[in-house]
């Protein structure tokens, strides 16, 4: 008995020594390294040039020669098939981008120039009396229809032979090649005007039927006004020179004109 209680009592002993009153030791975590604080990057301030940026620079037009493919090719005589001198002027807008004569869009900046009754596509040499400045324009339009000007060149032309400034001046034109011949054949024409009004063409269109009774006369608007067309019957050069020296008008003028 006594070795039971003595058994009991180490229990006990034991017990208290497992269930003491010793609080459990707190786990200490430590704490993560502190990141070093950094400012937010600057964004650079956009730069602005003092700069002004330059406006664009309109090219001046250049006098270049028509395409290689389209030119009456140019032989190189000891003279010229037919000469001619005359006060040239030049012409631009309202015309350019509109068909011409020879049934191309006219363009100011080409070398061309417009002829009465030379045959289209010739290729002419033009020489400014005064200056000596020369150039070699084809001929694709029909013109001039003012006063006594025999030859009505292109911007690029005009620059080239120096009348674009003065707006006119005395040439020489040396005529070095033809599609057809000067001399003879052709289709010809008078052309009257221009008119103010249409009132005025239509008084001339029936003047001229009632005296020459032409094959056909047309009444049309063009840029500088009213305009009639007179084409005379089988193409007589002589009946149509007739008629534009005979015909006499209180406005614009006649001009005798080849089609072809």
Not at 105 to 114: E, G, L, S
Not at 129 to 147: E, Q
Not at 149 to 165: G, H, I, N, T
């Amino acid at each position: 008995m006594k070795l039971i209680r003595v058994f009991l009592g180490l229990i006990c002993i034991v017990s208290l020594a497992g269930c003491g009153g010793h609080r459990p030791t707190e786990a200490k975590v430590p704490q993560p390294p502190e990141v070093p604080k950094t400012e937010p990057a600057q964004t650079a301030p956009e730069q602005k040039s003092s700069e002004s940026i330059p406006a664009p620079v309109v090219a001046e037009p250049q006098a270049t020669q028509p395409p290689a493919d389209i030119v009456t090719p140019v032989p190189a005589p000891e003279k010229p098939i037919y000469s001619e001198t005359g006060l040239a002027s030049w012409y631009g807008p309202p015309y350019h981008n509109r068909r011409g004569a020879n049934g191309e869009v006219y363009d100011m900046n080409q070398m061309t120039a417009a002829h009465r009754t030379l045959p289209l596509n010739s290729i002419v040499r033009v020489t400014n009396a005064k200056t000596g400045a020369s150039a070699i324009v084809r001929i694709t339009d029909r013109g001039p229809f003012i006063g006594e000007r025999m030859l009505d060149l292109s911007l690029a032309a005009a620059k080239a032979v120096d009348v674009w400034e003065p707006g006119t001046a005395w040439v020489k034109m040396d005529v070095l090649a033809t599609p057809a011949p000067i001399d003879r054949g052709g289709k010809w024409e008078v052309q009257v005007g221009a008119f103010d009004s249409t009132e005025a063409a239509e008084q001339i269109k029936q003047e001229i039927v009632s005296r020459y009774h032409p094959a056909r006369v047309i009444e049309f608007s063009g840029p500088t006004g009213e305009w009639v067309r007179v084409r005379v019957q089988n193409d007589d050069r002589e009946l149509a020179e007739q008629i534009s020296q005979n015909l006499s008008t209180p406005e614009g003028g006649v001009f005798l004109v080849r089609l072809d």
